[in-house]
């Protein structure tokens, strides 16, 4: 039972375009929502997160919407550029298992210039 | 402050070998957490140890194991190594000021590039 469900596999857009990637959960008793950014041999870093007791949290160019009763969220990357391009993997956890984070299956995120 | 450190970075094993990796979380960070990667399955939660004590464990088989030592640092060790277990080992640190199960934000390291022939 895959928990996260992430889309669009793949995504291409150009400089200065909107990224858009949605996720989608099952389990109610998620209540953190994270975003990682990897790049080719590194490890996924944290680009931003949302917990479900706001509905949009923006830091820079990227902005995660949160819609608790969809039990959906996604991120927008507003004027994406070449160097945005990587993969974009959604999350989330539970404070009742705190160190286990589910992840989506991921995006790969081409931006042309 | 030093971020999440794993060694080694690459391995080659043959199939039957085992082997262990290591893990140094974040300076003052409680919780380690190992996630195995491959393309095909993605990102696959293994186990996370707390205070020297595993308190979550993912749907992989006893060859996979770990532990954490009084300084945090953790060890995850495959026995018997398959074709399959070729992938990118990944732990990430989290801060966890005590006991209590409050979610605060995963680190990952760059990962061990494991390769079974």
């Known amino acids: 039972q895959q928990q996260v469900k992430q889309s669009p596999q793949s995504l291409i857009v150009q400089k200065g375009g909107i990224s858009i990637i949605n996720c989608a959960y099952e389990n109610t008793a998620f209540d953190y929502f994270p975003w990682y950014q990897q790049f080719p041999g590194k490890g996924p870093a944290l680009l931003i997160a949302?917990?479900?007791?706001?509905s949009e949290k923006k830091e820079g160019r990227f902005t995660i919407s949160f819609n608790k009763s969809a039990k959906q969220f996604s991120l927008h990357i507003m004027d994406s550029q070449p160097g945005d391009s990587a993969t974009y993997f959604c999350?989330?956890?539970?404070?009742?298992?705190?160190?286990?984070?589910?992840f989506g299956d991921g995006t790969t995120l081409t931006v042309k210039p | 402050k030093a971020g999440v450190t794993q060694t080694p970075r690459y391995l080659i094993k043959t199939r039957g070998q085992q082997v262990t990796l290591s893990c140094s979380p974040i300076s003052g960070h409680r919780s380690v957490s190992w996630y195995q990667q491959t393309p095909g399955q993605g990102l696959q939660f293994l186990f996370e140890y707390f205070s020297e004590t595993q308190r979550n464990k993912g749907n992989f088989p006893g060859r996979f194991s770990g532990r954490q030592f009084s300084n945090s640092r953790s060890e995850m060790n495959v026995s018997t190594l398959e074709l399959g277990d070729s992938a990118l080992y990944l732990c990430?640190?989290?801060?966890?000021?005590?006991?209590?199960?409050?979610?605060?934000?995963?680190?990952f390291g760059p990962g061990t590039r494991l390769t079974v022939t």
């Open positions: 949302i917990r479900p007791d706001v």
């Open positions: 990430a640190s989290s801060f966890q000021p005590g006991a209590q199960l409050v979610t605060y934000e995963q680190y």
């Open positions: 999350a989330a956890r539970s404070n009742t298992n705190a160190g286990k984070s589910t």
